[in-house]
């Protein structure tokens, strides 16, 4: 803190001396805008220092008070409930943007509400980090979001106190809460109850897992999420209610606009996407009320820097960066894109239109979107062009059926409206997703690729505003750094060897890494988003895609098996499968490595003795008291022995 203190004020006082002596030099301009810089990412660095929660390093029984942030009710009686802590019965140390993450199995005794305070006797446990190499890291995230600590308690463990606080902060999801009832209430379906409380309120938590993924697979998943898309709709939607009482530039109807839009980030929550949207439409409308141009990059910056004064851990959200690139993307390509064609017909040239603004919007975020989700949707441009126009009327009618809803016949029928435009549009998206290459999946660049190609579209942009012989020639030189980027990462995958046996729940996952290709052993009732949780941050990090190897399924309720293979001049043996194991000679036993995957039943002894082993490995769905007994004879033998189930996954890199 002190050296960020002392940092500010040195470049304080070299503003200073600037400002006395070389202020009137034209040649040194660039230097207050440079300072200013590096003390802005001073200050932001500070800021998220302090706001960033210190990780617990144990766990702890304790009782705590605390107050109901927010609470979501999940499959199988679990809720999921953010505990802002008051008090604990230790002496454990919390800023005042701690949270903690609680998950509670239900059912609930009393119902609960956002700002409800509760009473919780239970143990905090620290943020678990991955187990599984290079995976998503769960703990960082809640970091990021200012989760100290979590708790998993039954509901009998929690006791709500009488009262409950009223705070400005909780208006907002009473709100929300009201508006849902009342789309049920006229007989709206729960699913389109739940891409109306998205697309309208921002609140993605009640939307179906496989909705969901449609959207995210057909390239419409922005569409979920409020953004410039839904606020400029509201916008024109407050525009055109306001026409009648005020004058085209009067500063009242300007004034009103504005707070409607901010009563409107307020119901939403305040999202990063939302608030940068009405910012920047409140500051055009001003600067069209004073007749002067606003320049959308200084906006871009401007809604950036006051987002991460209010909140510096939003630069670690997904969505922020994603809706800023997405806006200087449009600003600087929609125009130029547009008229690359200019047609005769107004409804070719609004087609076209639509094309631009998808294109500019996606050449600015797909460097960005690939680099965290290693896949793009590429069909985007479909969707956008069927389930882009369809928001609209979507917003107008659930925002209609809010303002009738003291005439029952009136929005009954909006409701019908809207409930079969969502599901249109939804049944859109799942026909997308099922087009041949919809969802380009595993395609991982690295860092500095994703900053080259950054380069690479600067200097499009370069040649699209301003065509040189020496812009295209940089540009080339750019894509040929790429190609040659690309190319080195690709050697690199060659190279790689590895096998790795996987933390998966009570299942068995195992991949053998070996010159790009990828060899799979699995549980066959392993599901996809397991698999994929496990291996996709190891599999990014090696750049390989896994539908290029084999897979092999094993039924873990099958008598024992043996699969024998060589990796890194290393012999493995893998024993899999339930019961009393079978005769196994010496020969097939031999080996470096032997993996034990399920409940195998033998003389431990005997099967060390015939594989000649040197490591033992249990697996995650091998039994706890089976995994003590390997862990208890490899200690009295001298062997090296990994749990998977206590030590994470298992990793056997080349040899150097």
């Not at 902060?169 to 379906?189: D, E, F, V, W």
């Not at 003795?609 to 200690?635: F, G, H, M």
Request: glycine share 6%.
């Amino acid at each position: 803190m002190m050296i960020a203190i002392s940092a500010i004020g040195i470049l304080a006082a070299l503003m200073l001396v600037y400002i006395i002596f070389g202020s009137g030099k034209y040649r040194k301009r660039w230097i207050p805008g440079f300072l200013s810089s590096i003390s802005l990412i001073i200050i932001a660095y500070t800021l998220t220092a302090i706001k960033t929660p210190t990780a617990l390093s144990t766990s702890f029984d304790t009782v705590v008070v605390g107050e109901v942030n927010s609470l979501e009710y999940r499959d199988n009686d679990w809720i999921r409930i953010v505990l802002k802590p008051e008090a604990f019965d230790t002496a454990l140390q919390f800023k005042r943007s701690d949270k903690l993450l609680l998950m509670v199995r239900g059912p609930l005794k009393d119902s609960l509400q956002e700002g409800n305070r509760l009473i919780i006797k239970g143990e905090v446990m620290p943020l678990s980090p991955g187990s599984n190499p290079n995976s998503f890291d769960y703990s960082k995230y809640l970091r990021n979001k200012g989760f100290v600590g979590q708790m998993f308690i039954s509901s009998s463990d929690l006791r709500p106190i009488a009262g409950r606080k009223y705070k400005l902060r909780y208006l907002p999801q009473k709100i929300r809460a009201k508006c849902m009832t009342i789309y049920s209430k006229y007989g709206m379906s729960d699913k389109s109850v739940a891409v109306v409380q998205a697309l309208l309120l921002g609140d993605r938590s009640g939307i179906d897992r496989e909705i969901n993924e449609h959207f995210i697979k057909s390239g419409a998943v922005h569409i979920l999420s409020v953004s410039g898309l839904h606020v400029g709709i509201i916008h024109l939607l407050i525009t055109a209610l306001l026409a009648p009482l005020f004058k085209a530039n009067s500063p009242a109807k300007w004034t009103v606009s504005t707070l409607a839009l901010l009563a409107y980030s307020f119901i939403a929550g305040f999202s990063p996407s939302v608030s940068r949207a009405a910012f920047m439409f409140s500051v055009v409308s001003a600067g069209k009320l004073s007749s002067r141009r606003s320049n959308i990059y200084n906006l871009v910056c401007l809604s950036a820097s006051l987002l991460l004064i209010i909140n510096p851990l939003s630069l670690f959200n997904a969505g922020f960066l994603l809706s800023h690139m997405a806006v200087i993307g449009i600003a600087a390509f929609y125009r130029p894109i547009n008229n690359l064609f200019n047609f005769r017909f107004v409804g070719f040239r609004h087609l076209w239109s639509l094309v631009a603004l998808s294109l500019s919007a996606q050449l600015s975020t797909v460097p960005l979107s690939i680099y965290l989700f290693g896949a793009f949707p590429a069909w985007f441009i479909l969707s956008n062009l069927i389930i882009v126009p369809i928001c609209t009327p979507v917003i107008i009618s659930a925002v209609g059926i809010l303002i009738f809803s003291p005439l029952p016949f009136v929005a009954k029928i909006l409701v019908g409206i809207c409930d079969d435009l969502l599901l249109f549009m939804t049944d859109i998206a799942a026909t997308i997703e099922q087009l041949p290459g919809s969802y380009l999946q595993h395609l991982w660049i690295s860092l500095p690729i994703m900053l080259i190609l950054y380069l690479a579209i600067i200097y499009l942009y370069r040649i699209m505003s301003n065509p040189g012989y020496k812009s295209i020639t940089q540009f080339i030189a750019i894509l040929a750094i790429v190609t040659g980027g690309f190319g080195y990462q690709h050697s690199i995958k060659l190279k790689s060897s590895q096998l790795v046996v996987y933390d998966v729940n009570r299942a068995f996952l195992m991949d053998l890494v070996d010159k790009g290709k990828v060899f799979t052993i699995q549980s066959d009732e392993l599901d996809e988003r397991s698999k994929s949780f496990a291996r996709d941050g190891n599999l990014k990090k090696l750049k390989l895609n896994s539908q290029s190897g084999q897979v092999l399924s094993i039924n873990q309720g099958e008598l024992p098996g043996l699969t024998c293979f060589s990796i890194n001049n290393n012999r493995v043996a893998l024993i899999h499968g339930t019961g009393k194991i079978g005769q196994f000679s010496s020969k097939d036993l031999n080996s470096d490595i032997l993996i034990i995957a399920g409940s195998i039943n033998c003389n431990i002894d005997a099967v060390i003795d015939s594989s000649q082993c040197k490591t033992i490995v249990t697996a995650s769905n091998c039994p706890r008291y089976l995994t003590n007994k390997w862990q208890q004879v490899s200690e009295q033998r001298g062997l090296s022995y990994h749990s998977v189930n206590e030590s994470g996954a298992y990793v056997l890199k080349r040899r150097k």
